[in-house]
């Protein structure tokens, strides 16, 4: 009996991974290019509550609003989980039809890519131990900084307080753990991002009041198609004002 369960347990096995393997192939093969009835989304699912997965599934802010999008166009989304820094590099080279991730628009970013409109504010925040003498970004210098990689949080940290004191991380829950354990000194991250996993560890980390940088988010298209970016626009711009987008916000941010 218990052979059979094993033998059965591994056939399922295997038909999961031809399912696997079927599914990554429509994705890679999947652009705008080629494709009019399905678009595809790339981001990085480690950033709560902008998205992530829950039990296999996508979820967060960012997730249902491409759904929401997807549906007024009348398209389906498929999502294409990557690291944060390859999320540009697949948006250009046509991997993806549009990257969302709590992308912060930056006039070094625009160099590559075309934002939409934007719908949401972000502030970079400095989380650090509770017991810390860290209070102020002045007192930052010199001691180590975990950020996620490729992130305005890498980027500004690393014009500011220099290579030497960088940590990074290509998830950012990790550089929380390092912290934990006393390998760094302090971490930046986006403000709803530090309060979701803040709030998992209260007795662990504080975020100080000083906002470090204050940006907004947008999605990112390849550039020149433009095509792709009025109609995201138009529903963004639609979302915004009808309350569509604040009742997803609302959902994930209390
Ligand atoms: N907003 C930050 C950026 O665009 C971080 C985004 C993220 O880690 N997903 O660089």
Redesign the pocket.
Known sequence: MKKFLSLTLSVVMILGLVACATKQAQTSSASAENSSAKLVMC??A??PP??YKDGGEFMGIDVECAKLIGEKLGVEVEILDIA?DSLIPTVMSGKADFAM????V?EDRKENVDFSHTYQK?V?TIVVPVNSTIETVDDMYGKKIGV?T??????YCSDDFGEESMERYSK?VDGFQAMKTGKIDAVV??DQ?AKAIVAQDETSFKILETAYAE?E?AIAVKKGNTELLNKINTVIDEIKSNGELKSIVDKYIK
């Open positions: 981001t990085n480690e950033f902008y998205e944060f991730a709590g992308m912060t930056t972000a970079q996620q490729g992130t305005t949080g890498d980027i950012i991250v986006d991002v940006e988010y």
